[in-house]
């Protein structure tokens, strides 16, 4: 488990671009895209981050299963990654 304190801090829309850049890295993937937004936390959660993982995917034509699985191991990771700055 990763402390709040060890992860990069970054704003809602920077982590919201980090994470599409890495959906699209995966070019059977290329139609596809998390929405946001990225939705900061009342409290932190167990794991010490502080932003919500449910963030919405669409994905134009065909299949998404795939890229939704995927989609999903992305948000994993980043969630041991990054934590949202703090706005004051």
Known sequence: MTSASHRKLVSPDRLL?????RLA????CERCKLMGPIRRLAE???????WSRYIPLVCEGGSAGGCIRLAER?????TR???LWDED
Do not use: S
């Open 17 to 21: 671009r980090l994470l599409n850049q």
């Open 25 to 28: 890295g995966y070019g059977h």
């Open 74 to 78: 992305i948000i994993d990771d980043a």
């Open 44 to 50: 932190p959660e167990e794991d010490g981050r502080n």
């Open 81 to 83: 990654e990054y934590n």
